[in-house]
Structure formats: structure tokens, C-alpha cells
């Protein structure tokens, strides 16, 4: 068994078309056909069904995935421990990060730039359940998310955040002399939150029954960038991480105030794959998050 294989095999699951997964292989589709069909026959099993195009993996194929990731994960882990064993660390860190954590990128991304010159950083915004496959299947170095909701399993993790809620309205809406408001007043306004597809919703939902209230939003959207338009521009009011709060302060069209009894913060942190040894890169982030937690 080749592992140039095992990279065909995995790339074209991921991108599910063979003339694409060639191009990213290098490769003229016929070999890659070629290296697909021996390794089938190395392991005794059809792994992807097709006629002329990809139609899916087959049982076996599933069963095969994780494992032929973790394969080559480890391989790359193993030629980065040992390129770093001679040289600074370098290369891309891949980082994907819930929507309610991409404002600590910026303070993780200058740590680790910084300790690190050599490296580049690349960040993607993601659910915590595309976070939990990526790291598992080692698509990415690190990832920020809930620690304490829907947490991705068999992870090391270091908090940096404690995060409280956040209720934004439109400057003129009546907010200009609140220093907070109370949950039964922020419900009752015209909301607009994220769907209960994202995380962030979900826990909020789950705080509000906890208090006996229902919500109803008036619109819902898929990021936070849409929920603050919809106020600055249509007059809604929303609920958000207090993350974002950096981002607000000083926008004369916003007013913001925290949630009145808000007091038991959802941590959000650092989550890399616990696995011995500990690569470099992943070894890296934790050093640096390990310090911003002590600041």
C-alpha cells in the first residue's frame, strides 16, 4: 500500500469528482483511477462506487476514510516534528474558529505570528461539529470553540474567553440612557438572531427557557455581520456574544448593553487533538494560548 494512494483515495472523497481530485493530486486522471483501483485491490474491498463519474464511497470506503486520514495526518505531523527538529517552525497553521469566536482571532493570530515568524495563518469559520471532523481528520492545526457546549471529544483545551451576552439596538430606539436591560424587556423587542442551526442560538434559546421566557425573533440570519445590518439599517434589536463588542464601540448608529443577570459566562477557548505525541504546530498554539489565558 503506497500512501499516494491513500491521498487519491481521501482526496476524492472530500472534493467527490476524479478530474478535480487529480488536478489537487498532481496528477492525470487515469493514474489516479489507476493508484484508486490498486489500492482497492490491496485491500480486498470496493471503496468508492462509480460509473464515469463518482457516485459515493461505498460501506467499506466509509468504514476506510477516518483511518486513511489519520494515516496521512500522522505522516505530515512526523515530517513537520522533523523539519522543526532542524529549523524554526514554519508553514501554514490552519485555525477554523465558531462565528462567536472569530474576534479572538485577531489576539491569537499576533501571539502566534509573533512567537512565530515563520509561520502564515489561515483562518476559517466553521460549526463545532466541522471543527471536531477537521481536527480529527487532521484538516486543520487548532480550532476556537464552546468548551463547556457541544464540545469536540478527545481534545486539550485552554480557555480564553468567558463570554456574556450582548443586547444591540439602533442609536434614537429609546437605549440612550440604559447602562443594561433585563431579559423579560430584551424579548419582548423586535428581534432579529441567528437560526437555530448555529450553536450560539441554541445556548441562548436554552437560557431563555431556563427563565421561564419564550422568544420569537422577527428574523433570523447565518451571520453576525446580517444581524447588525438589519439593525443599523431596519431597526431591529439583536443578542450577541460580547466578543463583538470591540467591533461596536464607537459606531454612532449602535447602542449595546449587557444582559441584566447574565452572570455565568460560556467558556470559549483554544481546542487542539489530544494525540501523543503532541505536533508541532498544535504544541505551538497551546504554548500561546497557555500565555493569553495568563494575561
Known sequence: MHFRQL???????????????????????PTLSAGLSALEQEVGRRLVERDRRFIGLT?????????AEQILGAISSMTSSVAASAAPISGEF???AIPAALPLVGAFGEALLGQFPALTLSVRSATSREIERALNAFECDAGLTYLDHEPPGNVLSVALHSERYLFVA????????????????????????????????????ARIKAKGLAIA?????????TLFEMVRSAGFCTIVPDTYA??????????????????????????????SPLGPLAGAAMAVARELAER
Open 7 to 29: 491521498r487519491y483515495f481521501v482526496t476524492i472523497a472530500r472534493l467527490r469528482h476524479f478530474a478535480q481530485a487529480a488536478s489537487e493530486c498532481g496528477v492525470s486522471q
Open 246 to 275: 470591540p467591533l461596536l464601540a464607537g459606531l454612532e448608529w449602535a447602542r449595546f448593553m449587557p444582559l441584566d443577570g447574565d452572570a455565568d459566562g460560556r467558556r470559549i477557548g483554544l481546542v487542539v487533538m489530544n494525540r
Open 217 to 225: 425573533p422577527r428574523a433570523v440570519a447565518d451571520s453576525y455581520v
Open 170 to 205: 439602533r442609536a434614537g430606539a429609546g437605549f440612550e440612557q440604559r447602562s443594561d436591560i433585563d431579559w423579560h424587556e430584551a424579548v419582548a423587542q423586535p428581534l432579529c438572531l441567528l437560526h437555530q442551526g448555529m450553536q450560539f442560538r441554541r445556548i441562548l434559546d
Open 59 to 67: 460501506s467499506h470506503g466509509e468504514a476506510m476514510l477516518p483511518w
Open 94 to 96: 490552519g485555525l477554523m
